[in-house]
């Protein structure tokens, strides 16, 4: 990575069995690289699952989960921008991205955030609602852009690539260059000023 580049990071939040995820996260990696400007970092949290049950202050946790919660932190501390890619399970996201989110606070803090959904017929544009607002209380800017892929499970073939990805192209364009527009803005602020809070 260097100086001018702007760190990526891509988080697949499917942890189901049969998931599409990885093939939906793949191509928009593809996407990615292609842009000079980005240098992206992926997790995957089917690899990187924590508790349910939070530790209470100065509590300790074991070890497998304190390393699993250092190699996340590391991730969203460097990322200059995140991008969640989710499904939409029942009218909402999943359970292990919400716990996700829960175990960190400042890491995520003035920092923009996109969304590649998937889904039936909303393309998991229900999923991206609820997570703005779940970003908003950790202090993140939800860039206006998304991807959403409608009748997924109908799009990527065996081999998990996706059969026509021209429609999508141009809303992952845009998605990236929003974010890098506030990614560069808000690594800018974050070095000459404290964020209130």
Known sequence: ???????????T??????????AVA?????QVK?????????????DHQLPLVLPGPGKDVPLETARTRETLRSVLVAADAVVIVTP??????PA????????????????PVGFVSYGGLSGGIRAVEQLRQ???????????????????GN????????????????????????????GRALRAARAEHRYPR
């Open 13 to 22: 939040a499917s942890v189901r069995d049969g998931r599409l995820g990885p």
């Open 96 to 111: 292990v991205l919400k716990n996700t989110v829960d175990w960190f606070y400042e890491e995520w803090t003035a920092k």
């Open 134 to 152: 779940v970003f908003a209380e950790v202090h993140t800017l939800t860039v206006r852009e998304n991807v959403a892929f409608p009748m997924a």
């Open 1 to 11: 990575m260097t100086d001018d580049q702007l760190s990526l990071a891509i988080i």
């Open 155 to 182: 799009r990527f073939d065996e081999a998990g690539r996706l059969t026509d990805p021209e429609p999508f192209v141009q809303s992952a364009g845009l998605l990236l260059d929003q974010l890098q527009w506030w």
């Open 34 to 46: 292609e842009r000079a400007e980005f240098a992206a970092q992926t997790v995957d949290l089917i």
């Open 88 to 93: 939409e399970y029942n009218h909402s996201f």
């Open 26 to 30: 793949d191509w928009f990696l593809i």
